[in-house]
């Protein structure tokens, strides 16, 4: 067991055991006293329709960055919690995540993006990271879902 942070507290298996790849728990204990947000499947889209991180040729043809993808969904999950907080909290209140990605070649990227987010393991979120076949739009290679747990404003 480790310190408590805003997302709870995070547990470790002993070293001897398979740890994670990027900075995430094993698992969190969530006190019972704070409220709990879920927070939809969210892309790098703009609120102008663009998405961040897809660029497009004149030929229509597309490419991805992982790493400004990532950093905008993780951006406008911030915002979400924010918004939806009335600003009580933010991605360091996330305490659970799945990310979906298109291509798992792009995972190394996305942990990098991850990492700069939660630099401490102790803090970060338990997450989960899948393949998908497709996401709801080509310009997309990655998307989050996450549970965010947060005091209300006094």
Known sequence: MSATSPNGESFFLPAGRAQGLANYPHARIVPGTQKTLYVSGTSSRR???TYAGCTTDADGNHTLDIREQT???????????QGA???????????????????????????EEWNKVWPEKTKAPAR???QVAALPNVKLNVEIKCTALYHEAS
Do not use: H, P, R, W
């Not at 907080?85 to 942990?111: I, Q, R």
């Open 47 to 49: 609120g102008d329709g």
């Open 128 to 130: 989960t990271c899948v």
């Open 85 to 111: 907080t009335n600003g009580t909290a933010g991605l360091e209140s996330v305490v659970d995540a799945t990310v979906f990605l298109t291509d798992m070649k792009d995972y190394a990227g996305m942990n």
């Open 71 to 81: 950093k905008a969904v993780l951006e406008n999950i911030g915002s979400i919690i």
